[in-house]
């Protein structure tokens, strides 16, 4: 069992930047891919990024491209996402999520944390 728990959500103007962070206890997420997902008000949740066990390989959404980041510190069995250029459109809970091997399905994944909110204003 991997225990997730996410922080560094908060409320940003547009243009800013905030950084995730999802510490995993109970196992070491070195034997995981991981990923991370967002859920808008009324929407369903979505992908974000994810990132390889060793993280060679990370993947992203078309709309965050280029301005967020996922990373990994295997030794603080932590993962990160750093996000920048928030829009409002990017206001969600955002959710971290682990699994054997790599993907975008958020079926796949068989643990997830209990998600922090972010909040960008116009």
């Known amino acids: 069992q991997v225990q997730l728990v996410e922080s560094g959500g908060g409320w940003v103007q547009t243009g800013g930047s905030l950084r995730l962070s999802c510490a995993a206890s109970?196992?070491?997420?070195?034997?995981?891919?991981m990923g991370w997902f967002g859920q808008a008000p009324g929407k369903e949740r979505e992908f974000v990024a994810a990132?390889?066990?060793?993280?060679?390989?990370?993947y992203y959404t078309d709309s965050v491209s280029g301005r967020f980041t996922i990373s990994r510190g295997n030794a603080k069995n932590t993962v990160y996402l750093q996000m920048n250029s928030l829009k409002p459109e990017d206001t969600a809970v955002y959710y971290c999520?682990?699994?054997?091997?790599?993907?975008?399905?958020?079926?796949?994944?068989?643990?997830w944390g209990q998600g922090t909110q972010v909040t960008v204003s116009s």
């Open positions: 990132i390889s066990r060793s993280g060679g390989s990370t």
């Open positions: 109970g196992r070491t997420i070195s034997s995981y891919g």
């Open positions: 999520a682990a699994r054997n091997g790599l993907g975008a399905r958020g079926y796949e994944y068989d643990y």
